[in-house]
């Protein structure tokens, strides 16, 4: 025998049906009086827009029986209803992104926005966006000017007797290179270095892009010079080297060098490009990251371009660099790509006090991505042990956390082999389950992102800013 509930709305039952007919029309709540307010501060276009969007949901839950008694009388009011409006439009109109605490212990995190700005660059993007600048006016000759006439004289000391271009992002930097290179032309790379990089973006992808054609050579495991110069025709345009900055083959494997490579391309007349990802200007190996070295040595090594990302190991703001021979950046430069892909005046100011540190030599104390790299794990420790300390204080719960060994992650596609020492907090869940403590955290405000492992919630203070420390602690007390 058939039944039907009387409760809610789980199988269309009577309360449910009622609870959608008392619902209120959209002119009746809108001429209501905690709408009029909405309606002040919003506009009536948006608040009538935000109200429909409700009252779907609100239908939507009482259909699905979500919603039931008391509950489904309260949410039919104007009240509720008004309600429901003021904070989808705080959501719409809210930040976006959010500024969060990365915790993770990975210092150029792509998805949290990769490298942080210095304060320096960060004052600068500022004022730039508050105001007109000379971006591309010469002030001392009334004219027309250049926005690379920004960077050039700190270039010039970087890359001395070399040349550059700089547009929005690396693939771009890559795709614009060999559009002025090699378009309608073949490119020589090895099959080991055919990458993909983030967003599923594959280098034969921004490859085929550009207008060139991809000609493999070698294998998966081993490239040998000689497979290049066997594989140039009057068709090859460019000879490319991929770092593969994301992943390394380990075993029997065997690459081409950069100086192997480039008596092959001046022998046959034909450049050689490099693309080297993550763009470091200073050497890391003292931090333990040995599987990269400066842009600057790549050209030494007998490239003729190199092209790096600037918001990775560089430290700034997400630009793509082409430096090199002066004949073959102009070819770069003349490129319309170059032009859809040109920096803003926010990207320039933001880029040029970036390399104002190098040039001065202080960009392991000015730039965020170096200063937390050159952490050591007993400074990170120290840290970890004060903020534990002062939980533990607040919060009466001191035997949940712990100070332990752990990594950090340089990141951002650079240095998979470049691991550093650290000190990790690890907070113990209830039950063994820190699940819902980092489900909280990364749903609070500020955001915090850590990690879990076998139970714990990992807090790594490496990618924590010193400013976020008290609200870290704060954080942690309320939840714990």
């Known amino acids: 025998m058939q039944t039907t509930s009387s409760k809610s709305g789980r199988s269309g039952g009577p309360d449910a049906s009622k609870a959608l007919r008392e619902l209120p029309s959209v002119a009746k709540a809108l001429d209501s ?186 294998t998966t495991n081993r490239t040998r010079p000689s497979d290049y110069r066997d594989a140039i025709t009057p068709e090859t345009g460019v000879l490319l080297k991929v770092h593969t900055s994301n992943f390394k083959i380990v075993g029997f494997t065997g690459e081409a060098s950069i100086p192997s490579l480039s008596k092959v391309a001046r022998k046959a007349s034909i450049p050689l490009v490099v693309d080297w990802g993550s763009g470091d200007l200073v050497d890391l190996a003292p931090l333990g990251i040995r599987d990269e070295m400066p842009a600057l040595k790549v050209l030494e090594s007998g490239a003729d371009l190199v092209t790096f990302s600037g918001d990775k190991l560089l430290g700034g703001p997400q630009v793509g660099f082409v430096v090199g021979k002066r004949e073959l950046i102009e070819r770069v430069r003349k490129d319309p790509l170059a032009r859809v892909c040109r920096l803003d005046r926010l990207l320039v100011c933001a880029l040029r006090e970036t390399l104002v540190a190098y040039v001065r030599g202080s960009a392991f104390e000015d730039v965020p991505t170096l200063r937390m790299l050159s952490l050591s794990a007993a400074q990170i420790g120290r840290r970890a042990g004060r903020v534990r300390r002062e939980v533990a204080r607040r919060s009466g719960q001191g035997e949940r956390l712990r100070v332990v060994d752990g990594v950090s992650k340089t990141g951002g596609g650079s240095s998979p082999m470049g691991e550093r020492p650290t000190r990790l907090l690890a907070i113990r869940g209830p039950d063994g389950d820190a699940g819902r403590l980092e489900k909280a955290l990364r749903h609070g405000t500020p955001p915090i992102v850590g990690r879990l492992h076998e139970g714990h919630l990992l807090l790594d203070l490496r990618t924590v800013l010193p400013s976020q420390d008290e609200t870290l602690i704060q954080r942690l007390t309320e939840l714990i």
């Open 33 to 218: 009086r905690p709408f009029r307010g909405l309606k002040r501060r919003l506009g009536t276009r948006l608040t009538t827009a935000l109200l429909r969007e409700e009252l779907d949901r609100l239908r939507a839950e009482i259909r699905g029986g979500r919603m039931e008694g008391a509950e489904l009388r309260r949410g039919a009011t104007s009240a509720a209803l008004a309600g429901r409006v003021e904070r989808a439009a705080a959501k719409l109109a809210g930040p976006s992104p959010r500024v969060v605490i990365n915790a993770t212990g990975v210092v150029v995190h792509t998805n949290l926005g990769r490298s942080v700005l210095s304060e320096a660059a960060a004052r600068r993007v500022s004022e730039a966006a508050a105001a007109y600048m000379d971006l591309e006016f010469d002030l001392g000759e009334g004219r027309r000017g250049s926005r690379l006439d920004h960077l050039a004289p700190l270039m010039g000391r970087l890359f001395p007797g070399f040349d550059f271009a700089v547009v929005n992002n690396n693939a771009a930097a890559i795709m614009t290179t060999l559009r002025a290179l090699a378009r309608g032309k073949e490119v020589v790379v090895s099959r080991g270095e055919l990458v993909e990089i983030g967003g599923s973006f594959r280098v034969p992808d921004i490859l085929s892009a550009s207008g060139a054609r991809l000609k493999e050579v070698g």
